[in-house]
């Protein structure tokens, strides 16, 4: 049967062949459309990261006492919440006058590390990653990056947590 | 372009559509892991890779609407 030209066609045919000669074109436009439109929501969604990234500003928290100068022993940790209570923390004491502490969460899916002190590093027990205790940097294992820093300062015989250094 | 040959040039370009849309979606998850870490610096290249990986799979599904235009018509004059 003989089509008639395009212009005279019905909007719907385009959309909704009867015919089954050309019903394989319309399946194939239309799942090609969808995948096209899921590219738009994939860049979308780089898009609005961006913009909040543009419009989300670093936030600052106050700083919170740890403990007190002499509260651990060298090579003794000491476990806390900073910035806020749901943010577990593990204060090691490296040297008589040394202290680091990091995000207590494995940046690969959030175990707690613990101190390994035999070892000298920071191990997670759910996939064997570890960190090093001196930077926080990544030793082994599947954890992508390292584990955030928090930043300590001296203020009298008290040590304080100021920033988390991502 | 015959039916057949139509339909192969459409199946390839949507083969690669689908190509380039994994590429986009490891694109948005690895952005989003990289911006709760707190790291933005590749958000900006990866929004720039994701819009010209979306020109792209426009520009597969207009080919894909031209072939399409072009194999109906010559059926139309058969």
Do not use: M
């Given at each position: 049967m003989r089509r008639k030209p395009a212009q005279e066609e019905p909007l719907w045919r385009d959309e909704f062949s009867i015919q089954s000669a050309t019903e394989k074109y319309v399946a194939r436009r239309q799942f090609a459309k969808f995948l096209v439109l899921t590219s738009l929501g994939m860049f979308i969604g780089n898009l609005w990261i961006l913009v909040r990234s543009w419009f989300l500003s670093k936030p600052s928290f106050a700083p919170q006492r740890v403990s007190g100068l002499n509260e651990i022993a060298v090579g003794e940790v000491k476990l806390f919440s900073y910035p806020t209570a749901e943010d577990p923390c593990i204060m090691i004491r490296?040297?008589?006058?040394q202290f680091v502490a990091y995000s207590?969460?494995?940046?690969?899916?959030s175990c707690a590390v613990y101190f390994a002190r035999e070892q000298s590093r920071l191990e997670c027990p759910c996939h064997e990653g570890y960190f090093a205790?001196?930077?926080?940097?990544?030793?082994?294992?599947?954890?992508?990056r390292p584990l955030p820093r928090i930043r300590l300062q001296r203020d009298g015989n008290d040590i304080v947590a100021t920033e988390v250094q991502l | 372009m015959t039916r057949r040959g139509g339909l192969t040039a459409i199946d390839g370009a949507i083969a690669l559509i689908a190509i380039l849309l994994i590429i986009q979606m490891w694109l948005l998850t690895a952005t989003l892991e990289s911006h709760l870490a707190g790291h933005p610096e590749p958000i900006l290249p990866a929004a720039i890779i994701s819009a010209v990986l979306f020109c792209a799979c426009g520009g597969l599904f207009l080919f894909i609407g031209r072939i399409d235009v072009e194999v109906r018509s010559r059926d139309d004059h058969d």
């Open positions: 490296t040297g008589p006058q207590q969460k494995c940046t690969h899916l205790v001196e930077d926080g940097s990544v030793l082994q294992g599947p954890p992508p | -």
